[in-house]
């Protein structure tokens, strides 16, 4: 049949709008499957964990964690966070643990645990979305761009570098990341996972088959759903959880669960005033011994010096090394500068030894053994302070307090400095308010910093290169390597 020109126009317009309609249809459908995501993994009752372990947390501190955490089957002594550094509760399954916030709550655990199972199943089953297998034979970086979806890697991962999750920029929306590792999962040292605006921490899940590793200085987002440890290295941040069916280390981390706000910080107690070791005669001396003096020069002293009973042949400093008095009891010791002076050191000696008595017999410190005896990186307020076998100050710690605020430090074993580590003063804080009381030898270590009076009952070791702002009284021997002590101003 021939169409006349109009009824062909009429036809062909006919059939265009049909193809338009088609079109518009499928461009429907399209958007309807991408929008259409993943569904957030059900964590219940482990949502409301920062930090959940079957097998215990260890912890070199300081760490601040927002949100709770918890530790089952096993106790809460294998949970070895303190309660200041956890914004939220700290549930045991009895009584041990952090003391005095821990909070015994074994049904909750067990159900949070079984929880935390369960998510990893459901993560671990969900079906990736095509293309997502093995991306970049299990090395990722480089800013790459990761939509929403699930990925799987069925061997190792490692996050080289820095990686993108890419979202929708409404923050409205809900888009969901699983990633899925059968092997283990590592994060090379100051790494970051970064996303787009939009993007939710809370709708961020990582599945791993093996051990995880986040690098120092990392910056780790989403919740870890591990089947074994996870260890989180010195200064990693996680904005997210650490869910693991073994065991989680920290070392110095800040992790906020995404659920979890910050809560205000109630104003800080009226501390109780303690009174300063009162140290008599010993006070005026810089160095006082009473078996001697071993000095690899130049050593710098600011203060008086003494030694007794032994003589001033055991003091081996010399007069331009000494701004103050050197003080022996008989005709010995550096010429032409020393002072015979035996009724003074006397005196000088036994006030040494009340104030170690005054010092070790303060009692009820506000932290026992604190870091298990190795400590670095606190911040460590006006207070008593009690460690029942060695202390080691294995990098800097910072004292902050006012200038009248006092400290005491009772050590019973040996104390040590690390070489470089430093004591810091802050807030006001004087070395003449600080005192260590030390049953056993000292050691401060090379080019360390130390701040304060140290009571000796035995040796006190002053490396190459250490200075000292505060007092060395020794009941037995000091030996000095190119030092500086430099005896405090008392304030009036």
């Given at each position: 049949m021939k169409l006349t020109p109009i009824?062909?126009?009429?036809?062909?317009?006919?059939?265009?709008?049909?193809?338009?309609?088609?079109?518009s249809e499928e461009n429907l459908v399209a958007n309807s499957l991408i929008n259409i995501g993943a569904a957030p993994v059900n964590l219940g009752a482990a949502k409301g964990f920062a930090i959940l372990s079957?097998?215990?947390?260890?912890?070199?501190?300081?760490?601040?964690?927002?949100?709770?955490?918890?530790?089952?089957?096993?106790?809460?002594?294998?949970?070895?966070?303190?309660?200041?550094?956890?914004?939220?509760?700290?549930?045991t399954v009895a009584a041990a643990g952090p003391l005095p916030c821990r909070e015994p709550n074994a049904p909750l655990l067990t159900t949070a645990v079984l929880d935390m199972q369960a998510a990893y199943t459901d993560a671990a089953g969900r079906t990736t979305t095509p293309g997502n297998t093995n991306i970049g034979a299990g090395v990722i970086g480089g800013n790459q761009q990761f939509p929403p979806g699930v990925y799987k890697w069925t061997g190792t991962l490692v996050v080289a570098s820095d990686i993108i999750l890419v979202g929708d920029n409404d923050a409205s929306t809900n888009d969901v990341w699983i990633f899925q590792v059968a092997g283990t999962f590592n994060m090379s040292s100051?790494?970051?996972?970064?996303?787009?605006?939009?993007?939710?921490?809370?709708?961020i899940f990582w599945q791993v088959g093996g051990a995880v590793t986040l690098g120092t200085t990392s910056k780790f987002k989403g919740t870890l759903l591990g089947a074994t440890s996870i260890a989180v290295q010195t200064g990693a941040d996680v904005k997210g959880r650490l869910l693991a069916q073994t065991a989680v280390t920290l070392q110095m981390n800040t992790?906020?669960?995404?659920?979890?706000?910050?809560?205000?910080?109630?104003?800080?107690?009226?501390?109780?005033?303690?009174?300063?070791?009162?140290?008599?005669?010993?006070?005026?001396?810089?160095?006082?011994s009473k078996s001697g003096i071993t000095n690899v020069p130049p050593s710098y002293v600011t203060g008086n010096v003494g030694t007794s009973p032994i003589t001033g042949a055991a003091l081996l400093l010399t007069c331009n090394e000494v701004d103050g008095s050197i003080f022996t009891v008989a005709a010995a010791g550096p010429l032409p500068c020393r002072e015979i002076d035996a009724p003074l050191l006397t005196s000088s000696v036994l006030a040494m030894q009340a104030a170690y008595t005054d010092?070790?017999?303060?009692?009820?410190?506000?932290?026992?053994?604190?870091?298990?005896?190795?400590?670095?990186?606190?911040?460590?307020?006006?207070?008593?302070?009690?460690?029942?076998?060695?202390?080691?100050i294995a990098s800097d710690i910072t004292l902050i307090g006012n200038?009248?605020?006092?400290?005491?430090?009772?050590?019973?074993?040996?104390?040590?400095?690390?070489?470089?580590?430093?004591?810091?003063?802050?807030?006001?804080?004087k070395a003449e308010n600080i005192f260590w009381q030390v049953s056993g030898a000292v050691t401060l270590g090379t080019t360390s910093h130390f701040e304060g009076t140290l009571l000796g009952a035995t040796s006190i070791a002053v490396q190459t290169n250490a200075s000292v702002n505060g007092r060395l009284l020794a009941q037995t021997a000091v030996t000095l390597q190119k030092n500086t002590v430099t005896r405090p101003v008392l304030s009036i």
């Open positions: 009824l062909a126009m009429l036809v062909i317009g006919l059939l265009s709008s049909c193809e338009a309609e088609t079109e079957k097998s215990g947390i260890t912890n070199v501190p300081p760490s601040a964690i927002i949100g709770n955490v918890g530790t089952s089957p096993i106790t809460g002594a294998a949970l070895l966070l303190t309660c200041p550094e956890v914004d939220g509760s700290i549930y100051a790494a970051r996972i970064k996303k787009t605006p939009g993007v939710k921490n809370k709708n992790v906020k669960n995404p659920s979890a706000s910050a809560s205000t910080p109630p104003a800080p107690p009226t501390p109780a005033v303690m009174a300063p070791v009162e140290l008599g005669l010993a006070g005026d001396f810089a160095i006082l010092a070790a017999g303060r009692s009820n410190p506000k932290e026992l053994n604190l870091g298990a005896g190795v400590i670095g990186g606190n911040l460590l307020t006006p207070g008593l302070y009690k460690w029942t076998s060695t202390l080691v200038s009248t605020d006092v400290w005491i430090f009772q050590v019973a074993g040996t104390f040590n400095m690390s070489s470089a580590a430093g004591i810091h003063l802050a807030g006001g804080a």
